[in-house]
């Protein structure tokens, strides 16, 4: 029986086991307690952490779970190896002594330095706070930012993820290397098993000198015929389902080890070559605690948000920073396009207050109020090319059978008029509320009143209007309140993608990817 926990009820994975629960965040107090409680009720033999942060949370704890299940397996290395993957300056130390080669570490602070170079945070996962610094002004800008970090030389080559299988005594038995064709936010999405016996034996040496058990990876870069390593992660990784594929029966080994019992993993044929693409799977979700789809056929008028739920909003802000460079490139002769690659990171790393005075004064340009105002219009009334989703046509298909569509969106009022424009919606959507335009901020979402307004502009009732829109802070709160449907659209990469609903009340009744999905849930209209 395979039992899955979270904390969130929503996670897919938890539909694909035979049961799920939901556990407190473990930094929360109650956290031992509910574990505790959980493995005693399903008697759990063996407890296998996916993520880093649990690791280090279950090796603060292992003994006193142990305590009161003296039978039970927690899948964790001994501290040492959590603690080598977790700080990757002690991790590139621990690869040096064992004779690995490792990119050299860097003093930001030397006069004389190549670029690229690369900075990784000392301690981060899934590529999080990583950057190829291109020159002197990058460097000045992350060296500022994050004095802590690592720099080191970039080194630049072929990606590599090795699986390694080591048992209970530290003893790697099996190493699986796998290219990294195509990643996305340090996950895997095309990958190739390659088999290499320089690389395999590499791996094996660097598991058991970090002291390594059960699953682990190792990642390497290799140029030309060096193989440098790169990092360890203490758990499986995510690009394992290939590795188990090609033929190396990971769960099967381990609940080999676990039961004290020869693997034969020597006897294991593996599929050389064999590759891995991958695609998003929609899970739906149809239980006493979810909503009935059927529920859906009450509605008439589909209103939805604007940016990132119809087109992508990233598009319009980098439209705006290359027109606000050009301009700043002309009336004060700062490089174009090193304005706009310092506007894109600042934006990435989650700079929106004063982002152009920010990048500005990063360049040595200090303007006053008046200027910066001048910089934000030009940036505001951008005309660069805009385009909706490819999906959207599913909404006009929508419209085609009868729905009526709207649209509620927040922002300036001038800046969100020259989106619809650009977008070319005002043709084919004939209401669309501009909160801005009501009584300013005041009515932006989640007030109530732009959707009672879109409501008596339609003529619908509350239940009879489903709303879509892709930011849980506050698309759903009032919506919900009102009586009106609600429907999250989770699209990839967007910039409230990764977002919780703070509480029940601000979460969407129902969640898709794409307006493709639309149809299903409103099926025929009634």
């Known amino acids: 029986t395979i039992i899955a926990t979270d904390i969130s009820d929503n996670a897919p994975a938890l539909f694909h086991a035979d049961k799920s629960y939901i556990l407190p965040h473990g930094d929360r107090p109650e956290f031992f307690d509910a574990l505790i409680q959980l493995l005693l009720k399903e008697k759990i033999d063996l407890l296998i952490p996916s993520i880093d942060p649990d690791l280090e949370r279950l090796s603060l704890i292992r003994n006193e779970i142990l305590a009161v299940c003296p039978k039970l397996t927690i899948l964790i290395p001994p501290e040492r190896t959590i603690s080598i993957a977790n700080n990757k300056r002690l991790s590139s130390e621990v690869f040096k002594e064992l004779s690995a080669n490792v990119p050299q570490t860097i003093d930001p602070e030397d006069a004389n330095l190549n670029f690229p170079l690369f900075m990784k945070p000392v301690n981060g996962s899934a590529s999080e706070g990583i950057a190829k610094i291109e020159d002197q002004l990058d460097l000045d800008y992350f060296y500022r930012k994050n004095p802590q970090a690592i720099f080191e030389e970039f080194i630049d080559g072929t990606e590599y993820t090795v699986d390694i299988l080591c048992d209970f005594d530290g003893h790697a038995h099996i190493a699986i290397p796998r290219k990294r064709i195509k990643v996305r936010g340090g996950e895997v999405l095309q990958g190739m098993i390659e088999r290499n016996d320089q690389l395999e034996t590499l791996a094996k040496k660097l598991a058991e000198g970090c002291d390594c058990t059960g699953p682990v990876t190792l990642q390497f870069i290799k140029q030309g015929r060096d193989y440098y390593a790169m990092e360890l992660n203490a758990r499986m990784g995510g690009g394992l389902p290939l590795t188990i594929a090609a033929g190396a029966d990971w769960p099967k080994w381990i609940i080999a080890f676990v039961n004290k019992e020869d693997p034969a993993i020597e006897q294991a044929t593996i599929n050389d070559q064999l590759a891995m693409t991958r695609y998003d799977q929609s899970v739906f979700i149809d239980s006493k605690n979810t909503i009935d789809i059927s529920s859906f056929q009450k509605v008439k008028t589909i209103i939805c948000d604007l940016d990132d739920t119809i087109y992508l909003e990233r598009n319009f802000v980098f439209n705006g920073y290359k027109s606000a460079a050009q301009w700043i490139e002309e009336r004060y002769g700062l490089d174009a396009g090193k304005i706009f690659n310092s506007l894109k990171t600042a934006f990435y790393d989650g700079i929106r207050n004063d982002i152009f005075g920010y990048v500005l004064r990063h360049h040595h340009l200090e303007l006053d109020e008046e200027e910066i105002k001048s910089v934000v219009e030009v940036y505001r009334n951008n005309q660069g090319s805009l385009e909706v989703f490819d999906d959207f046509e599913e909404l006009l298909n929508l419209q085609k ?26 043709a084919v959507i004939s209401t669309i509320i501009y909160s801005d335009a009501i009584i300013g901020r005041k009515s932006w979402k989640p007030s ?47 910039e409230h993608s990764e977002k919780i609903a703070e509480s029940p009340a601000h979460a969407a009744e129902y969640k898709i990817s794409s307006f493709s999905e639309l149809g299903n849930i409103l099926k025929e209209k009634p």
Do not use: S
């Not at 059978?401 to 005002?426: C, F, M, P, R, S």
């Not at 489903?466 to 009586?483: C, L």
């Open 401 to 426: 059978q009868g729905y009526e569509l709207a649209v509620i969106t927040d922002g300036w009022h001038a800046v969100q008029l020259n989106k619809v424009k650009l977008l070319g919606l005002d």
């Open 448 to 494: 109530k009143i732009p959707y009672r307004i879109c409501l008596d502009i339609l003529g619908e009732n509350p239940d009879q209007a489903v709303y879509i829109g892709d930011n849980p802070t506050k698309d759903f709160y009032a919506a919900k309140k009102m009586g009106i449907r609600t429907i999250r659209i989770q699209r990839e990469d967007t």
